[in-house]
């Protein structure tokens, strides 16, 4: 009993000394991570799901997202952040995000919800919101919270039941309602930015209708508010039309036109449809590579192809540092085309895309493809047979 009073004074003590205050809101937080610490980790995040992703290169778009991000950007107050802005080519994802440190993605998915500059605006100033208030940084501080509580309670009580039913009721007690009221922060912070930055903050309300009206269209319903992370739009709307008084005192309309978001079907592509794809393949590949098994059929099917020991792939892919997927890819693109390992590893390292890679080491996107197709389909059937074999040498 005294050493669980003790634990939990000094828990106690630790939480007190860590409390920050979130910006516009002025709401009281704890923080256990540094800034630069959850900067480093955001830039980290960000390549990585760069990587994983096709980055557009239609201009308009581009040149659209990077002016309504910059107007939010030079309003957010951070000069430490590098700003950066991409524009992801996945018409199915309806989404953006934006890590600390002022690195930005818009999937194009979002772009018919937002419309134009302003909607646009809603959702940058929502997700730079978000990086502003450190919320990731605040989530990942209530984990650790809540591993110490759990901790805690084992010394005191030493019972697995006890620790389950802490960590449910955490979980629906504390951890889903804060990001519900996180989500709703970034709603009024974002409404602020954007509209110092010379967008109409009632244009969110617009926004948000028409985002219903796609979820209704698709057949999506929300989940029970009380297992949500994000408010309902009737929820959200409410909050919003309480908050617009507050944000239209700072709103200096901009005498620029306003400009249109491009249409979904004259941004996506041939090559753009086949890099999804490979990706999925990779996807698929890595998916295989985890399951019992898996490695070594892998492997094993890639020696084939390459007519290479795999026990040699093993210890190659060991030292490249890569996932099954990508490593299979990039093997395939030396296969099929021309080049080393490490030539092509270099081009993928300089975040060209999967159409440029095959392109420059002398061979086609298409072909990859087959390739994936072809190695996925065999390293699944050798997986099956593996239970009856002896191990790899």
Known sequence: MCTRRVFHLGLLLFLVGACTTAPITGRRQFMLISESTEIAEGEAAYRDILRQSVISHEAEAARIVRKVGERIARVANKPNYQW????????????????????????????????????????LGHEVAHALARHGAERMSQSMVVQLGAVGLGVGFGNPQVLQAYGLGT??????????????????????????????????????????????????????????????????????????????????????????????????????????????RIQAVNQLARNAGGQRAVLETLGYELRISPTLLAKELQQVQLDFGHYSALKGVTHLGRGSLSQVLATFKSNASWTDISRRHGTQITDLLRFMRQLLTTASRVQGQLRYRAPMR
Request: charged letters at 25%; proline letters at 8%.
């Open 171 to 280: 979980a629906l007690g504390i951890i889903l309602p804060f990001s519900r009221s996180q989500e709703l922060e970034a709603d009024r912070i974002g409404l602020r930015l954007m509209a110092e930055a010379g967008y109409d903050p009632r244009a969110s309300l617009e926004l948000w209708q028409r985002m219903e009206k796609e979820a209704a269209a698709k057949g999506q319903e929300a989940p029970p508010g009380f297992l949500s992370t994000h408010p309902g739009y009737e929820k959200r709307t409410e909050q919003l039309r309480a908050w617009l008084p507050e944000a239209l005192k700072f709103y200096r309309p901009s005498n620029q036109a306003m400009e249109a978001l491009p249409s979904l079907a004259s941004l996506d592509s041939p090559n753009a449809q086949a890099e999804r794809e490979l990706l999925k």
């Open 84 to 123: 950066e802005f991409n524009v992801i080519d996945d018409p199915e994802m309806a989404n953006a995000f934006a890590v600390p440190g002022g690195k930005v993605a818009v999937y194009t998915g979002i772009f018919p919800a937002a419309k134009d500059e302003a909607g646009l605006a809603v959702v």
